[in-house]
């Protein structure tokens, strides 16, 4: 199937003003310097009835999305009310539908894909319903009817997603590869990206690596919080996290408050990140901090039992 092309000047218009809250709630947030949006509230109605109008609205949105970086718009998208269904779709349709699609256009869709698939698709899915049928389906609002087929450039994202559902810790997922493994075949891609079949295959890529990363990150949590209540109840009260840029005596308290706020800073990104480097490295000082204080209880024992030996004398 071939790229998308551009939408009609009455469909952009259309587009553009269900865009203009969001859009305009962006630049606010992150004080984006550009002008005026040509759409306001008193002239969003007869908007699009003017290819003229339309391709002035269109400039302004250019301004915004070049100065946009994906990772503001997904951490936009993850706390905003705006961020519906609809609002998803006309997203997609933006980017999808441009002449000239930058890098950041292909890495924008990327996110919005597996966004707008996660939001449609029922919370207890199954990892087997998963297929690229099932992501076709869920797709299709946005991308049209289409019988998926796995393009033969693409064959290695099975083997990927095998990979990375074999791991059990975090730093196993992130020292695998298989992060960069994706990013690379969706920079190498170019603009095959945009081609149907392959958004299907990339889109159910996306959201199985994410699952597979919050299951390990949320695991690596558990872990560490776990660790800490045990360091605690053997009466350590600070440990050595210097390898996770801590201090040499972190107090263990202040870990499980930091721990506690990373589940909200993880909630939604995933890579391989000095954040998620630290998070990794803090699970290693808390099971090396268990695994000393483990070797300290049966050598106090050990002193315990030689000294109240010694102190007791032999039986004749």
């Known amino acids: 199937m071939t790229a998308f092309t551009q939408l009609s000047f009455e469909d952009q218009g259309a587009t553009l003003r269900a865009l203009q809250p969001l859009y305009s709630a962006l630049v606010r947030e992150f004080v984006i310097e550009v002008s005026t949006c040509p759409i306001d509230k008193d002239n969003a109605e007869e908007f699009s009835a003017s290819q003229e109008s339309v391709e002035l609205a269109e400039a302004w949105f250019e301004q915004v999305d070049a100065q946009i970086q994906v990772h503001q718009l997904r951490q936009f998208l993850q706390t ?29 869709t990327d996110f919005l894909l597996v966004q707008y698939f996660s939001l449609c698709a029922p919370s207890g899915l199954d990892e087997g319903d998963v297929d690229l049928d099932y992501v076709a389906q869920v797709l299709e609002p946005v991308l049209g009817p289409l019988q998926p087929k796995l393009p033969g450039w693409l064959a290695s994202l099975e ?13 196993e997922l992130l020292h695998s590869g298989a992060l960069e493994q994706g990013r690379k075949l969706k920079t190498q891609s170019a603009a095959r990206y945009f081609e149907p079949s392959a958004m299907v295959a990339f889109a159910r890529f996306s959201f199985m690596i994410r699952r597979i990363f919050f299951r390990l990150m949320h695991d690596d949590l558990n872990a560490i919080h776990d660790g800490l209540r045990e360091l605690e109840r053997r009466g350590v009260s600070t440990i050595d996290c210097r390898r996770a840029q801590f201090s040499a005596e972190e107090p263990v ?3 499980r408050m930091i721990c506690q706020s990373w589940k909200v800073m993880f909630h939604a990104e995933y890579s391989s990140g000095q954040p998620l480097r630290m998070l990794v490295d803090l699970r290693a000082s808390v099971d090396d901090a268990l695994q000393n204080a483990a070797r300290k209880r049966p ?3 050990s002193a315990a039992a030689a000294s109240g030996t010694s102190g007791g004398g032999t039986q004749k």
């Open 80 to 108: 905003t009310p705006l961020a519906n269904e609809a609002a998803l779709h006309h997203l997609l349709l933006h980017h999808m539908h441009k002449t000239a699609k930058a890098t950041s256009d292909r890495d924008k």
């Open 159 to 171: 083997t990927i997603m095998q990979s990375a559902a074999r791991c059990r810790r975090l730093s």
């Open 253 to 255: 308290a202040r870990l």
């Open 299 to 301: 050598l106090a024992a």
